[in-house]
């Protein structure tokens, strides 16, 4: 097996190991779920494979193909788990016999534009109708978006153990109803649609902003989400919804190059360099917004929230950005898809349109309903407005205070920046 040389730091190569898990976990369970038609057996696999990887890597070095060395690891365990049963069926001898004769741990890299939906059927296994709605998009965010516990959690404000209880339980369900795997029949896609777009929605955000860890984004969470959103755009080309979601990642994704320093400390939006921006992406989102538009059948959540983040795609610098049609959006969508979220932003465009006084009421009505108590968010909007004001001792207080409540180091830094910005308190 060729390896990389100097792969000697048995840190750096845990840091690998982390990494590359990261970012083929999706597969590597999606593609054995497929060969073993177990769900709850294909990720036992690929954490022994894992194991493995921890245990061999740092000694013999790192795989060229490392994706492909722990799929083949954890096929060969399937493989050897089946012939150390009393009884093995026909069945199974087949499956092991054709596996082995593929294992090729050297096989060049998945190409990432090459459509593979081994990891979208996962979405829809995950999904499946006999799960719960909360069950459907723990499990998913947690096989498909590599996400931990805690950061699943987080995002959906419910303790931890609440998350991996649902986890388990969504495990042993898919297993009691023999579940395949397979993309549903196109009259079953109403059934499992909503979940489907929720999920791949939540592993872009986790991307695009991460809940927690020292990186301020992770764009390969993004662009498998991004790349799942454009395969189902293709599977059922008449969802509207689909190719709102696919408009909405394609504007959030274009502002990447420009969210980092080379250093990766946050560049916020009213910083960044628009130049910078991908306007072929932006062209991209365009067209996929128009496709939702032109099935007649009006603009969903995602299609709303697509259509703001036009608005800011398209604008020459944040002032000049159409705010009164942003807040009109935000109203619309509130009434479609009523979230505190969507109240809090559209308090910010209001701030943006017509003043920070007239966003403050707004926020603080959102703060007197409990609604996003124990996030950063709440307290970071609501500093950034009394600074606007000049109300510098409050907004002190509330951005110090989002600090504390927000999981992830980078952004943590930007909201401690804001606060050294503001100057010593008064005496």
């Known amino acids: 097996m060729t390896t990389e040389t100097g792969a000697t730091d048995a840190a750096g190569i845990r ?22 038609g177990d769900f709850s057996l294909a990720e036992d696999l690929a954490q022994e494979a894992l194991a493995d990887a921890l245990e061999q890597w740092p000694r013999d070095g790192i795989p060229r193909n490392a994706g492909a060395w722990l799929t083949a690891v954890a096929k060969r365990k399937a493989i050897d788990g089946w012939r150390r049963r009393e009884r093995l069926d026909d069945r199974y001898s087949a499956i092991a016999h054709d596996l082995e004769s593929r294992i090729d741990p050297d096989a ?3 190409d990432p534009d090459d459509i593979d939906d081994d990891v979208l059927r996962l979405v829809f296994i995950a999904c499946h109708p006999v799960l719960a709605r909360e069950a459907r998009v723990a499990l998913t965010l947690r096989v498909v978006g590599g996400l931990s516990s805690e950061e699943i959690a987080r995002a959906f404000l419910v303790p931890t153990a609440t998350v991996q209880q649902r986890i388990v339980r969504a495990k042993k369900s898919l297993a009691a109803a ?15 649609l909503g979940s ?22 992770r764009p390969e969470l993004s662009q498998e989400a991004l790349r799942l959103g454009r395969v189902l755009a293709e599977l059922a080309p008449r969802e509207p919804e689909v190719h709102g979601l696919v408009a909405l990642m394609e504007f959030q994704t274009s502002r990447f190059r420009a969210r980092v320093t080379a250093e990766g400390e946050p560049i916020l939006l009213g910083d960044q360099d628009r130049s910078r921006w991908d306007r072929a992406q932006i062209i991209r989102g365009r067209t996929a917004l128009a496709r939702a538009d ?20 398209v604008a020459p610098s944040t002032d000049e950005t159409d705010w009164d049609r942003i807040v009109v959006l935000y109203e619309v969508l509130g009434r479609l898809a009523p979230s505190p979220i969507v109240d809090l932003n559209r308090a910010v465009a209001v701030a943006m349109a017509t003043g920070p006084a007239t966003g403050l009421r707004l ?24 600074a606007r004001l000049g109300r510098l001792d409050e907004a002190r207080v509330e951005l110090s205070e989002a600090a504390r409540l927000t999981g992830n180091e980078r952004e943590r830094g930007v909201l401690l920046g804001k606060v050294a910005a503001l100057g010593p308190p008064d005496a």
């Open 294 to 313: 032109a099935v007649g059948r009006g603009r969903g959540a995602y299609a709303l929230q697509a259509a703001i983040a036009e608005c800011h795609s």
């Open 363 to 386: 926020v603080d009505e959102i703060a007197a309903s409990g609604a996003l108590s124990g996030t950063h968010l709440l307290p970071s909007v609501r500093g950034e407005l009394l």
């Open 15 to 36: 840091r690998s190991v982390a990494a590359v898990w990261r970012m083929e976990s999706a597969r590597i369970v999606a593609t054995l779920t497929r060969v073993t």
């Open 108 to 110: 060049a890299p998945w």
């Open 178 to 192: 023999k579940v395949q795997f397979e993309v549903p029949s196109r009259d079953e896609y109403a059934a499992r």
């Open 196 to 217: 489907v777009l929720g999920v791949i929605y939540l592993v872009f955000n986790e991307g695009y902003a991460a809940s927690s860890g020292t990186e301020w984004m």
